[in-house]
C-alpha cells in the first residue's frame, strides 16, 4: 500500500470512504508484487495498480460493490477461461487481490501507521484475509519491532503471528502467511497479509563525479534513498546532486565504515564505486566487501580493474570474496553517456535482486518474473 498510502490517508482524513484492493499472493508469472495496491474513491477515480492494467476494470468494480456492502472480500484472477482477456491476467499469471473498505470506522490506526512510514519507522500492518470464522475477516493487528496495537482474536494467534510479521519485517519482505485457526503454525483456515513497510533500500554512490549525478536520479527514481559521497567539498555539493536525497563530503572508506557501525546499512542496500582512483576505491573496497549488502560495484577501465583486483588480493581478500564485487560495473549494453551507464548499472542491481540473466527476455523461454 505504500504506493498510495498518501492519497488514502488524504481520502480517510476527508472523512470518505474508499476501496482498497492489494496484491496479497501472486502464482506463475505475475506483474506485481504482493503489497501493490488500488485505489477506488466515491467520485470514481482510480490512484495505483494492481496487475498494470489486466484486471483493473474487475477490481475497480468489486471495489465499489466492497465499499457499499461493507464487506472485504478475496478474490482470485487468472487466465482459466475464454474470458481471460476480459477479467484476466493475459499474461499467464495468477494473482490473489484482497479488497476492502477503508475509512475512518474500518481503520482507525491509519494516522499512527501514516507517522511511522513517513519517519522511517518499521511497521507491518497484518490483516486476516481468509478464515473459516467469516466474522474474523478484516481483522487487523499492527506490528512495530517493539511493540503491538489491535488483536486478530486471540492471544495464542497475535502471538504466532506477531513474531513471523517481525521476521518478515526486518528482511523488508511482505507475504501471506497461513495458520490454523487459532494461530497454530501447522494447520489450514487462517490466512494472514503481513504488508511490511520498512525505511526503503539505500544506494550509496562514491564519488561526485557526473556519472553520479545520472546515478543518484536513476537511485530515486527505483525507490532508493540515495547518498553520494566524496573526500572533495568542491565537488560534493547538493547543487550538483539535486536528486539525491544526501550529499556527504567525508572519506569514503571512513563514512561506509561508520554507517555500518551505526546500523543504518543492511542487506538490500547498494553500493556503487564510481571514484575509479585506487587511493579512494581500494579502501572503500575493503570496507565494502566486508559487508552483508546486496550489491557492490566499482567504475573503471580493464586496465584499472586489473589493479584493483590486485591490490585487494594483497589486502588479504580471497577469490570467493572478490566474486561479490561487479567490476567494472554494470550490465553489457553498450552505454556511452553518464545517463546509459546509470541505467546498465540499475540494470545489474535489479537482476541480482531478482536472480535475471541480464539476456534479451526475445531469446530466452519460459517464465518471465523469477
Not at 484476466?88 to 470506522?105: A, H, K, N, P, S
Not at 547543487?239 to 569514503?252: C, G, L
Not at 580493474?305 to 588479504?316: P, V, Y
Request: charged share 25%; aromatic share 6%.
Amino acid at each position: 500500500m505504500r504506493d498510495v498510502l498518501d492519497e488514502v490517508y488524504r481520502r480517510w482524513s476527508a472523512g470518505e470512504t474508499v476501496g482498497l484492493g492489494t496484491v496479497v499472493a501472486t502464482f506463475s508469472s505475475a506483474p506485481r508484487e504482493p503489497g501493490a495496491s488500488m485505489v477506488v474513491a466515491a467520485d470514481g477515480t482510480v490512484s495505483g495498480s494492481v496487475s498494470g492494467g489486466c484486471v483493473e476494470g474487475a477490481v475497480y468494480e468489486l471495489a465499489r460493490e466492497v465499499v457499499a456492502e461493507r464487506k472485504p472480500v478475496l478474490q482470485r484472477y487468472g487466465v482459466s477461461d475464454d474470458d481471460a482477456f476480459a477479467v484476466g491476467l493475459t499474461c499467464g499469471g495468477i494473482i490473489d487481490i484482497y479488497v476492502e473498505q477503508v475509512d475512518r470506522d474500518s481503520m482507525p490506526e491509519l494516522p499512527e501507521i501514516v507517522r511511522s512510514v513517513r519517519s522511517g519507522e518499521p511497521v507491518a500492518v497484518v490483516t486476516v484475509i481468509e478464515h473459516e470464522r467469516q466474522g474474523l475477516v478484516g481483522e487487523r493487528m499492527i506490528v512495530w519491532p517493539d511493540r503491538v496495537a489491535g488483536t486478530l482474536g486471540s492471544s495464542r494467534m497475535d502471538d504466532a503471528v506477531a513474531d513471523d510479521a517481525r521476521g518478515l519485517l526486518a528482511t523488508g519482505r511482505t507475504a501471506t502467511l497461513h495458520y490454523g485457526p487459532d494461530g497454530q503454525r501447522r494447520g489450514e483456515g487462517l490466512a494472514v497479509f503481513v504488508n511490511s513497510f520498512e525505511p526503503p533500500p539505500r544506494l550509496l554512490v562514491f564519488g561526485a563525479i557526473d556519472f553520479a549525478a545520472a546515478m543518484a536520479r536513476m537511485g530515486a527514481y527505483l525507490g532508493y534513498q540515495v547518498t553520494v559521497c566524496d573526500a572533495r567539498p568542491v565537488f560534493a555539493t547538493s547543487s550538483r546532486f539535486p536528486d539525491a536525497h544526501e550529499v556527504v563530503v567525508d572519506w569514503p572508506h571512513r563514512y561506509l565504515a561508520a554507517e555500518a557501525a551505526a546500523g543504518r546499512i543492511d542487506a538490500r542496500t547498494a553500493i556503487t564505486v564510481l571514484t575509479h582512483d585506487p587511493k579512494f576505491d581500494v579502501p572503500l573496497l575493503e570496507v565494502a566487501l566486508g559487508l552483508d549488502v546486496g550489491y557492490v560495484g566499482a567504475m573503471g577501465s580493464r586496465k584499472t580493474h586489473d589493479d584493483r583486483f590486485a591490490r585487494l588480493r594483497e589486502a588479504g581478500f580471497g577469490e570467493a570474496t572478490l566474486e561479490r564485487l561487479s567490476s567494472p560495473i554494470g550490465l553489457d549494453l553498450g552505454a556511452r553517456t553518464p545517463e546509459e551507464t546509470a541505467v546498465s548499472i540499475a540494470a545489474e542491481i535489479i537482476a541480482l535482486r531478482w536472480s535475471g540473466t541480464g539476456r534479451r527476455l526475445a531469446a530466452l523461454s519460459g517464465r518471465i518474473h523469477n
